[in-house]
C-alpha cells in the first residue's frame, strides 16, 4: 500500500488527531460506498491552505468521502484526508514524469545494424513519440536497407508496446566528409560509394531541410580509428588524425551543420568512453584521445550551442558493449568480464539501459542538463582500482548474490 503524504509541515500539526479508518464490508452495512481504506490526518488549517492541498492529485475533503454530514458540521469537520492508492489502480495510466516526445525528430548519426548503442538509443527515442531519422555508413547502406526490407530487424524492432520501431528514412552518411569538396578522388570512385549520392554532412543536412524542415533531437554514434590495435606510441600521424576526424570533429561538423534547422529546446547527445580520462591497455590508435577530445567539444559546444541556438549538449561514457563495432577492437569480452567483476553494479550492460538514458538527456525531464559527461556503465567510473585482484582477497569484498 502506498501513500501520498501532505507536507512536513502539515503532519506535524496533525499529528495529535491521526487515526486510521478501515472499512470493511459486512451482511448489515448500509449500500454506502467508503474507501476500502482511508488514512485521516485531523488539523485545524484554514480554508485558503484547504483549497490549495487539495487541489492536488489524491486529495481531497472530508466532506466529499461523508456526503451524510451536514454543511455545518463540515465546516466543523475540516479535515486533509490522505488515500491509499490500492491494486485497482494498476490498469490506469501511471502517474509522474513520462519522457514524451512525440512532436519531435530525431536524427541518429552511425546506425547501421541492430545490435548498436545508435540502434538503442533510435528505440528508445521511438518509445517515447519521436519520428526516428538514420544516416547509415554509405558501405554499409544497401545492407542495412536490404535487412529491415527483409524484416531481419523485426525482432529488434520491437518496442515496449509491442509495436515495431518505424524508420522515416534512410540517408547514406559519411560524416568524415564536410562536403563534396573535400572528398578525394579515391573515395569518388570507390566502387562501395556507388550508387550513392549526397552522402556528406553539408548535403544530407540539406536533404534533411528539404524532405522535413527541422529536427529536436542529434544524435552522434560515429567512432571509428584505423589504427586502434596499435599503441599510442606506434600510432602514426595519418592513423591518430583519421581518429580524430571521425570520431570527434565529425560531431562538431554535424552539429555546427545541423544547429541552424533544430529548434530551440533541443538536444545533442554523444556516446563517449571511460578511455578518454583512464588509462585502458588496447584501445589505442588515438582512440583514447578522440575521446578526451569529444567530452571537452562538449562543454564548449554546449556553451555555445546553448547561448545561440538554446540547443543542450552532452554526451554518454557508456560501458562495454559486444556490439559488432566494439567486437572488431578485439578484447571486448575481457573488458565486459573486468566491468562485471569490478563494477559496483555486478552485471552485463545492455545497450537499453544507455538507450533510455538517452532519452532522457533528450527529453524535457533534462531541460537544464547542458554540458555533462553522463556515465552508464554500472559505476565502473567510480571505481580507483580492479577489486578482483588477488592483492584485495582478505579484505571480503562484497559481490552480488546470484
Not at 578522388?185 to 522535413?212: A, H, L, M, P
Request: overall charge neutral; proline content about 5%; some cysteine.
Amino acid at each position: 500500500m502506498i501513500f501520498n503524504f501532505v507536507s512536513s509541515k502539515m503532519a506535524s500539526t496533525a499529528t495529535h488527531g491521526m487515526h486510521i479508518v478501515s472499512v470493511k464490508p459486512c451482511i448489515n452495512c448500509s449500500p454506502r460506498k467508503f474507501m476500502p481504506t482511508t488514512a485521516n490526518f485531523s488539523t485545524e488549517l484554514k480554508s485558503p491552505m484547504l483549497k490549495r492541498l487539495t487541489s492536488s492529485s489524491h486529495i481531497s475533503s472530508r466532506q466529499s468521502l461523508f456526503p451524510s454530514l451536514t454543511s455545518s458540521q463540515s465546516k466543523n469537520f475540516e479535515k486533509v484526508v490522505t488515500r491509499a492508492m490500492s491494486g485497482t489502480v494498476e490498469n490506469t495510466p501511471l502517474p509522474g514524469l513520462p519522457i514524451d516526445l512525440r512532436g519531435k525528430r530525431a536524427f541518429i548519426a552511425g546506425v547501421a545494424d541492430d545490435n548498436g548503442y545508435g540502434w538503442a538509443i533510435a528505440k528508445s527515442l521511438a518509445a517515447a513519440g519521436a519520428e526516428i531519422l538514420v544516416g547509415t555508413w554509405v558501405p554499409a547502406l544497401n545492407i542495412f536497407e536490404s535487412s529491415l526490407r527483409r524484416g531481419k530487424f523485426d525482432e529488434s524492432r520491437k518496442l515496449p508496446d509491442g509495436s515495431l520501431m518505424e524508420i522515416t528514412k534512410v540517408y547514406p552518411l559519411d560524416a568524415v566528409f564536410d562536403d563534396m569538396e573535400s572528398v578525394p578522388e579515391d573515395i569518388k570512385t570507390n566502387k562501395r560509394y556507388s550508387g550513392s549520392s549526397k552522402w556528406t554532412v553539408q548535403e544530407v543536412v540539406e536533404c534533411v531541410k528539404q524532405d522535413f524542415g527541422s529536427i529536436d533531437i542529434l544524435v552522434h554514434s560515429l567512432a571509428n580509428g584505423p589504427e586502434v590495435s596499435k599503441p599510442l606510441l606506434e600510432t602514426s600521424r595519418n592513423g591518430y588524425l583519421a581518429a580524430i576526424s571521425a570520431s570527434s570533429y565529425s560531431f562538431i561538423s554535424l552539429l555546427s551543420h545541423f544547429v541552424p534547422i533544430m529548434n530551440p529546446g533541443g538536444a545533442s547527445i554523444s556516446l563517449t568512453y571511460i578511455a578518454s580520462e583512464k588509462i585502458i591497455p588496447g584501445y589505442g590508435g588515438g582512440m583514447s584521445s578522440a575521446k578526451a577530445a569529444l567530452e571537452s567539444d562538449t562543454r564548449v559546444l554546449a556553451f555555445e550551442a546553448g547561448r545561440k541556438h538554446k540547443i543542450r549538449v552532452n554526451t554518454i561514457s557508456a560501458g562495454p558493449l559486444r556490439s559488432r563495432a566494439a567486437k572488431a577492437i578485439g578484447f571486448i569480452d575481457m573488458m565486459i568480464d573486468y566491468s562485471s567483476a569490478n563494477a559496483p553494479l555486478q552485471k552485463e550492460l545492455s545497450a537499453e539501459e544507455v538507450g533510455n538514458a538517452a532519452a532522457f538527456l533528450a527529453s524535457p525531464l533534462a531541460s537544464a542538463i547542458t554540458g555533462a559527461v553522463v556515465y552508464v556503465d554500472n559505476g565502473l567510473n567510480a571505481m580507483g582500482v580492479g577489486v578482483d585482484s588477488p592483492i584485495f582477497e582478505n579484505l571480503d569484498i562484497p559481490k552480488a548474490a546470484n
